[in-house]
């Protein structure tokens, strides 16, 4: 029986020698690599300033305390994430709302954003921020959600957590050309990897500052933001409640070397999207749909059973892919759906689209590695699966 995971770090011999070079060196953490990794992220995206840390979720969690938000303040999101694009909210004691997804893409439907703007100006209750996660590398219409944020005075953050090596009309996604922050993870299914890892990028000089600094303890050397002159050359201030959410050397390094193959892990991301779509056309799947506005990163490939067609149900054809060695996932489980967001009363139906969605998505293994054999093993088994 095959083994095949849903995703896999794609590790060669030149990451490895990167991390190695790190691991003799002087420096283990707060050295020279690391703002040499956020510099080439940086020129990637053509983003002015960049902030690496430890992961995504710390990267989102410093975003929303950079932008302010805070107790009494409403954040926004989609339902279809993982629960850390809400959790940054409540972690800044802010409340949490979600804007159902677009049936196509899966993102945060702009139409839905609209008419929930238009129904909370009227109640008096606008949100703060609104982070616009990229669900499966694909970039959210950003046009429209930057031209509601400058209607209703929200800020954005983009949560492309799988979507670096992507583009969003023209420009790579991470530019910030319609947000205030946009977020990557670097976790090992991930686009890149740095084992553990993630990165916060924006235009906005003060932004990048109050980012470093609740990276680090809320500390700093600056003299010319102390409130009083150094005691010395040894002295620092504590001037924000920060974070140890600090990114170390070896992860730096190995997200340096990964850099360099980030454009042909995207590219063969879709090499094998294009061949799944060929395969499993005949099925009673629907299909990844693409935005002609972006290019994905593709972290993921979502199918969706037809259930209708088929005389099996969604858990029977996962369990059957289990079965098969095939190491299918979910993405995600709408967080308006779990314990800790129903105690804050939401509730099923809150979010259709989205349970739609959750009702018949299953994900299927894309990794750069994957080779066109295991690919058909995943077909063959998955067309088994559904009794065709």
């Known amino acids: 029986m095959s083994n095949i ?118 109640v008096g209750r606008l949100p703060k921020v609104v982070v616009a996660v990229h669900l499966c590398g694909q970039p959210c219409d950003m046009e429209a959600i930057h031209h509601l944020s400058r209607e209703y005075g929200f800020a954005v953050i983009e949560d492309a957590s799988h979507a670096i090596g992507g583009r969003y009309k023209g420009s790579p996604i991470g530019s910030c050309r319609y947000s205030d922050i946009t977020v990557f993870s670097f976790h090992p299914v991930k686009i890149i990897t740095t084992a553990e890892g993630g990165m916060a990028v924006t235009n906005d000089a003060e932004l990048a500052r109050k980012l470093s600094l609740f990276r680090s303890h809320g500390i700093t050397r600056d003299p010319n933001l102390m409130t009083h002159a150094p ?39 879709h090499e094998l999207a294009r061949r799944y779509d060929e395969r499993l056309s005949p099925l009673p799947l629907t299909l990844p749909w693409q935005h002609e506005d972006g290019y994905s990163g593709l972290h993921l490939y979502v199918v969706r059973l037809k259930l209708d067609e088929i005389d099996r149900s969604h858990s029977e054809v996962f369990k059957a892919m289990q079965a098969q060695g095939i190491g299918v996932n979910l993405h995600y489980i709408p967080v308006h759906l779990q314990p800790y967001y129903e105690r804050l009363g939401f509730r099923r139906g809150d979010y259709p689209v989205a349970e739609t969605y959750y009702a018949e998505a299953i994900t299927l293994p894309m990794f750069p590695a994957m080779t066109e054999s295991q690919q058909d093993i995943v077909v063959a088994a998955l067309q088994k699966a559904l009794g065709k």
Not at 21 to 28: A, I, K, N, P, R
Not at 64 to 74: I, P
Not at 239 to 252: A, K, P, S, V
């Open 5 to 122: 995971p849903y995703g896999r770090q794609d590790v060669d011999s030149a990451d490895v020698a990167a991390v190695v070079e790190v691991l003799t060196s002087d420096y283990l953490t707060q050295g020279p690599v690391v703002p040499r990794f956020e510099g080439e992220v940086a020129t990637y995206c053509g983003v002015q300033h960049a902030v690496a840390v430890n992961s995504a979720t710390s990267a989102l969690h410093i975003a929303c305390l950079a932008l302010g938000l805070g107790s009494g303040d409403l954040l926004w999101t989609s339902p279809v994430t993982f629960v850390a694009s809400a959790n940054c909210g409540r972690y800044c004691g802010a409340d949490v709302d979600f804007v159902d997804i677009d049936p196509r893409t899966y993102n945060l439907c702009p139409l839905a954003l609209e008419k929930k703007l238009l129904e909370a100006r009227r």
């Open 231 to 269: 005691d010395g050359p040894w002295y620092y201030q504590q001037i924000e409640l920060g974070f140890n959410y600090r990114m170390t050397e070896l992860q730096g390094a190995l997200g340096l070397s990964q850099m360099r193959r980030v454009d042909s892990f995207v590219s063969r991301r």
